[in-house]
């Protein structure tokens, strides 16, 4: 008679990554939380979080403010990740009224909006492909890892729109495919198909699939309208599978599972296990903030200006040219349309379109 094994139990950042996967929170979410979990045993010397609760919650919170100087995001942000971790993972209830003042209001900020001329001289600065995301960003209102995701099947020409897949909270929405990157944006896609068939006579050729699409779909992942608008210059590992690889985390192998040995683990064993063969990606979203920066020195525009700022003016401008707010929440994909109303700042003239005192 065979004895049969029982499962060993996952790793808690194993568990904790399975149960923001359940919950389809993005990976990047699931990245940052992940880290400030870790910090958070991290500052109480690697203890388990069973055996602590609220009181050690607010002594990380207020060293994080404290010490670290966060500011209320980055605060809110990391109480969010244990609080997940204690609701979700763990199962444990906590005392979260007396966290609750451990939330802190995030202060109102009015966004950075460019003037009409600021965007054609910054756009004028730009080359290459980074002059035609921008234009992407600008035309339709796209966020720029919405623009970096964009697939070939989401480009509709004929309709003249661009549909944006999983945006923020997971939602599809359909905004303007500008008329004015037409041409540029149709010789674009030549050159990335040609790209791709080279991809594909070089044995390589696939794309990274969402939801498991690659299974369900087993040659989809090399068909040309799923490959990215904006393919990065050189293949890579597919970033999907096993992120950082070989990179060091600072907590324990025992990762609050048995048999803590005080070793190091690399993310490579935090659970991933997708196939990591060479992939064309989309272009690095860093690649664009550094051109967009040098870009707006070079047509000094003295103001904070990133890849973001293209959705501020495109929302602001609409609302100037009359458009209805209604139809700018959607287009931004909005689910509030007081979220909205924060570009309305700057309708008229500035300080609420009160005119000074000064100019009689």
């Not at 990245?31 to 958070?40: F, M, S």
């Not at 609220?54 to 207020?62: D, K, M, R, S, V």
């Not at 209830?93 to 966004?111: I, M, N």
């Not at 664009?288 to 700022?309: C, F, G, M, Y």
Request: with cysteine; charged share 25%; net charge positive.
């Amino acid at each position: 008679m065979t004895q049969t094994t029982p499962p060993t139990e996952k790793k808690l950042l194993d568990q904790y990554r399975d149960a923001i996967n359940l919950k389809h929170y993005s990976p990047r979410t699931g990245d940052t939380y992940i880290l400030w979990t870790r910090e958070y045993i991290l500052f109480h010397n690697k203890r388990h979080p069973k055996e602590m609760g609220a009181p050690e919650i607010n002594q990380f919170l207020t060293h994080l403010a404290s010490v670290k100087k966060v500011s209320a995001s980055t605060q809110n942000q990391a109480l969010s990740a244990i609080l997940f971790l204690y609701r979700h993972v763990l199962h444990i209830g906590l005392d979260e009224a007396s966290l609750s003042e451990f939330r802190p209001q995030r202060s109102k900020t009015v966004p950075t909006v460019l003037s009409k001329e600021e965007i054609k001289r910054l756009i004028a600065n730009l080359t290459g492909v980074y002059k035609l995301i921008a234009q992407v960003m600008y035309g339709g209102g796209l966020r720029l890892m919405e623009t970096m995701r964009l697939r070939v099947k989401d480009i509709d020409f004929d309709n003249h729109q661009i549909i944006v897949r999983d945006g923020k909270g997971e939602d599809d929405r359909v905004t303007i495919l500008p008329d004015a990157v037409f041409q540029s944006l149709q010789l674009h896609l030549k050159y990335v198909q040609v790209l791709h068939e080279k991809d594909l006579a070089d044995g390589c050729g696939s794309v990274y699939l969402p939801y498991a699409l690659e299974r369900k779909y087993p040659n989809a992942n090399t068909d040309w309208v799923w490959q990215y608008v904006f393919p990065a210059p050189d293949l890579s590992k597919d970033p999907h599978s096993a992120r950082g690889e070989g990179s060091p985390s600072p907590i324990s192998a025992f990762e609050m599972g048995e048999g803590w040995d005080g070793g190091r683990i690399s993310a490579l064993e935090m659970g991933e296990g997708r196939n990591g063969g060479l992939r064309r990606h989309h272009i690095h979203e860093s690649t664009v903030q550094k051109a967009v920066k040098e870009a707006a020195h070079r047509a000094k525009i003295d103001k904070h200006v990133t890849p973001h700022t293209f959705r501020h003016s495109f929302a602001t401008h609409l609302l100037q040219s009359g458009y209805d707010i209604r139809t700018v929440q959607e287009l931004l994909g909005h689910k509030d349309v007081k979220t909205t109303m924060i570009y309305t700042h700057v309708l008229q003239r500035g300080g609420l379109a009160v005119k000074s005192p000064l100019d009689g």
